[in-house]
């Protein structure tokens, strides 16, 4: 019967352990903390996991082979593996799924919105007109973003079409 065991990976190889039993059909999970990070000034969210060094594994071990699992690449072994392998219990990691939601659901709500969610949507083609910097009142085509807080724009200078990076926070739709 399928159950969940818990299984040492090998240094910081959590994720290629995930990967390659992914690879051959085996449920696993990661249980992860969210942590805030910011990264050149700006506020983002950083997952690690929870128990460094493990993951759960979720499979029968009279369908597929311990030492099958045991070879994946960036698996050590399965704790508590000898004649009688010790179950999760599923209600633990239900709760531990639960609660790295809550967390993660907690830390997203105190970040700051995305600059774009205050920008009108824009599509390529449509006409601008510049609200602040050099630029202010003139008229312009808007072609594509560039970046996160950046944009194109193209301009009619001498009767040709260029293309000027602008601030995206500087342009609103006409």
Not at 29 to 44: D, I
Not at 55 to 62: E, L, N, T
């Amino acid at each position: 019967m399928k159950a969940w065991y818990l299984l040492y990976c090998k240094l910081r190889s959590e994720a290629r352990a995930v990967h390659n039993l992914a690879l051959q059909d085996v449920e696993t999970y990661l249980p992860t903390l969210a942590e805030k990070k910011v990264t050149r000034g700006k506020a983002g969210i950083k997952h690690v996991p929870l128990f460094p060094g493990y993951i759960f594994i979720h499979f029968d071990p009279k369908v597929f082979s311990v030492a099958r699992i045991h070879s994946t690449r960036g698996v050590g072994k399965i704790v508590g593996c000898s004649e009688l392998m010790t179950a999760i219990d599923d209600d633990i990691i239900e709760n531990i799924k639960i609660r790295e939601q809550r967390i993660a659901d907690a830390l997203q709500s105190e970040l700051p919105p995305k600059a774009d969610a205050d920008l009108p949507q824009i599509n390529s083609g449509d006409k601008v007109r510049f609200t602040e910097g050099p630029f202010v009142d003139l008229e312009a085509i808007f072609d594509e973003k560039s970046g996160e807080k950046r944009c194109h724009v193209l301009f009619e200078i001498m009767g040709q079409q260029k293309k000027v990076s602008v601030l995206k926070r500087s342009i609103k739709p006409i």
